[in-house]
């Protein structure tokens, strides 16, 4: 079935530069798109979203691009910091309003 | 502060038994939703609720129990017909047709 998935399970990055974490997603029907920040022992929080008649957002430090051709998703830290290591998810929405599918997750360690 | 507030933050059950996850939130939202994360998996839906005393299976509610008699309140029961309930649980909340979920800090479940 379509799904949501990642390119890397782990992502090593120094302090102080720029992070890149990829999402590829399957179903060309889906029409939103968002990036969850988990940090050890906690729950996911927000971080930016995105919906499919946009192909760039950003936010403070982040930013999410959107390619519909390829049908892939990246979110962009930048001047990673080490209280940016945590793990990432991107999910999509199949059914408006209440089903989120959610990828396994990319681990960001940020080295100082 | 407005927030989801899970607990306990961890659970032992023992065989054949079964355990309720609490989860209230106080952000006014009509739904919420139960997940369950697996470790290197990706967040599962269990159950969700668009309005009081209505609520859907999601994609593993096998095993699992709801009720939602308050806007606040959408407790989580774990019954001994879960033959693998170790895992992480999280419940979320949104407004209503939003995409965005707001999720609480977790359960860790654990079977003695």
């Known amino acids: 079935g379509e799904s949501v998935g990642l390119h890397l399970p782990t992502l090593s990055v120094q302090e102080g530069d720029n992070s890149i974490i990829n999402c590829a997603y399957s179903n060309s029907a889906s029409d939103y798109f968002i990036w969850y920040k988990q940090e050890s022992g906690k729950g996911p929080q927000f971080i930016i979203d995105?919906?499919?008649?946009?192909d760039k957002r950003q936010g403070q430090r982040v930013t999410v691009l959107l390619n519909k051709t390829v049908k892939h998703l990246s979110l962009q830290i930048a001047a990673t910091q080490p209280g940016d290591s945590a793990v990432y998810f991107c999910a999509e929405n199949w059914e408006y309003g209440n089903k989120l599918v959610f990828g396994a997750g990319t681990i960001l360690r940020v080295k100082s | 502060d407005g927030g989801i507030t899970q607990s306990p933050k961890y659970l032992f059950r023992k065989e054949g038994q079964n355990v309720t996850l609490s989860c209230e939130q106080n952000?006014?939202?009509?739904?919420m939703y139960w997940y369950r994360q697996d470790p290197g998996q990706g967040l599962r839906l269990i159950y969700y609720?668009?309005?009081?005393?209505?609520?859907q299976k999601g994609d593993i509610a096998e095993g699992y129990s709801v009720s939602r008699e308050k806007k606040e309140s959408f407790p989580l029961t774990v019954t001994s017909a879960q033959k693998n309930p170790t895992a992480f649980y999280l419940c979320?909340?949104?407004?209503?047709?939003?995409?965005?979920?707001?999720f609480g800090s977790g359960t860790q479940l654990s079977v003695l």
């Open positions: 609720s668009q309005i009081v005393n209505d609520f």
């Open positions: 979320a909340s949104s407004l209503r047709n939003d995409e965005k979920l707001f």
């Open positions: 952000l006014n939202h009509d739904a």
């Open positions: 995105i919906r499919s008649n946009m």
